[in-house]
């Protein structure tokens, strides 16, 4: 399979079953294309992958349309839980913080976790009490309220896990996953995002994936590193991959949720057993594109 050098990233704004509200459906294809703009030109100009997939999730989690930094869902005690995870393909290092509530920019952490400690993950109070010691920002329980009621986003149930992945001009791949997790959450649940091989993936030698929807179901099928398998082991290219790794969701658990992913040679897949799929992406230094649902959609089971 031919290599192209030539840069590619996506990113993605959450899946779910609900539509958002119609004031903000403008407002989202937007903030993916500028976030998109911005991921771009850093590639161009050679910055690295995983530098870009942290700078797009820390916009993302920057932007109260989504379920993740300002604009996370609270819990079922009304507090708001941050999960965070980002992979480097070319060494499978990995960072991820969970169970964490005053990180700002919980991808941050992760990131710096992933360079600074010989864990993949820290949680709760130990998440920040290295976060204090490190520089990261924290704020307050009330910063994450207020993102919460922005663009009449209080009701929503809770999707919007957003996340990037990116191929740079050397063929490196990375990928990063941040939400706030399921709206009314039991406090202490962990989700997919921060799990490496459930919600979050990267490896130079397959693909560089980031998945969102109901988290239980990519942990119990382990589907970002499947999708992972299928391209390495299974000899597959991105949008076969995408297509059966969608299926297998189904199959096995009903799953509901999506995912974007990079390959090796650059080429970006994205696909959904959920109704919408907010995402975008740039191929190969090409255009922008946004979208609210995938091309690959897969029908699950009601109920």
């Given amino acids: 399979m031919a290599t192209r050098h030539r840069y590619s990233i996506g990113i993605h704004g959450g899946a779910g079953n609900r539509p958002a509200p119609a004031a903000n459906i403008g407002l989202i294809r937007e903030s993916l294309r500028t976030i998109l703009e911005q991921g771009s030109a ?118 919007g896990t957003v996340g990037a992945v990116a191929r740079d001009c050397a063929g490196n791949l990375a990928a990063a996953t941040s939400t706030g997790g399921q709206k009314g959450k039991r406090p202490g649940r962990v989700g997919d995002s921060p799990l490496v091989g459930a919600g979050t993936y990267a490896d130079n030698e397959g693909c560089a994936v980031s998945c969102t929807g109901w988290g239980e179901d990519f942990i119990r099928t382990a589907l970002a590193a499947y999708l992972d398998f299928l391209i390495v082991r299974e000899g597959l290219e991105a949008h076969t991959a995408a297509r059966i790794a969608i299926e297998y969701l189904v199959a096995k658990v009903n799953g509901n949720g999506g995912f974007i992913l990079v390959d090796r040679t650059g080429a970006i897949a994205t696909a959904q057993s959920s109704t919408y799929l907010h995402c975008g992406w740039i191929e190969h230094g090409g255009k922008p594109t946004t979208a609210l649902r995938s091309p690959i959609q897969i029908a699950r089971a009601e109920g």
């Fill in 42 to 159: 850093r590639l161009a100009a050679g910055a690295t992958a995983l530098d870009t997939v942290v700078h797009c999730t820390r916009l993302l989690e920057d932007d109260p349309l989504y379920n993740a930094g300002y604009g996370s869902v609270p819990n079922s005690a009304g507090r708001f839980e941050l999960e965070a995870c980002v992979m480097e393909g070319r060494t499978l290092e990995a960072g991820a913080v969970t169970y964490v509530e005053r990180i700002r920019n919980p991808v941050e952490l992760a990131r710096r976790i992933m360079e600074q400690t010989p864990h993949v993950m820290l949680a709760g109070r130990g998440a920040g009490d290295f976060a204090a010691t490190n520089g990261i920002a924290t704020v307050s329980q009330a910063y994450f309220q207020e993102g919460w009621h922005k663009y009449g986003r209080a009701d929503e149930h809770g999707y």
